[in-house]
């Protein structure tokens, strides 16, 4: 099944989801996450090393440091990979209050890692958008 492309309906339907915990991103020497026993729910190899995104749980109890702490809201709308302007009304919206974002776009939906501090006010925000395309 394809995934949505028009931007009104994934802003109008996007429906956003706050999972629970709290959730890191950490770097480690590229193949280390399966010795220290780590299941990421997300990794992206990169020159430098292994980003890995983890419940905070999983890092603390392995010692990886972590700078920064992120709730993440998953937009239940199955959109396409190849959908324009999506993730740049998220960001634009929720940067527009001063709310940094880390989206990351999986094959069925796109998941958002925001500070934990402002999780319930991107929430909110995602709504007031959704509402606004609403029909």
Known sequence: MAGETNLSQLLATMRP?????????????????SHLGLEPIGLFHEEEGLTVILPRAQAEAVGLPCDAIFAMITLTVHSSLEAVGFLAAIATQLASHGISVN?????????????????????????????????
């Open 17 to 33: 989801v706050r999972r629970a915990g709290e959730y890191v991103f950490c770097t480690l020497p590229a193949g280390q996450a």
């Open 103 to 135: 989206p990351v776009s999986a094959f069925y939906h796109d998941h958002l890692f925001v500070p934990v501090a402002q999780a319930e006010i991107a929430m909110a925000l995602l709504h007031e958008l959704s509402q606004q395309h609403a029909p």
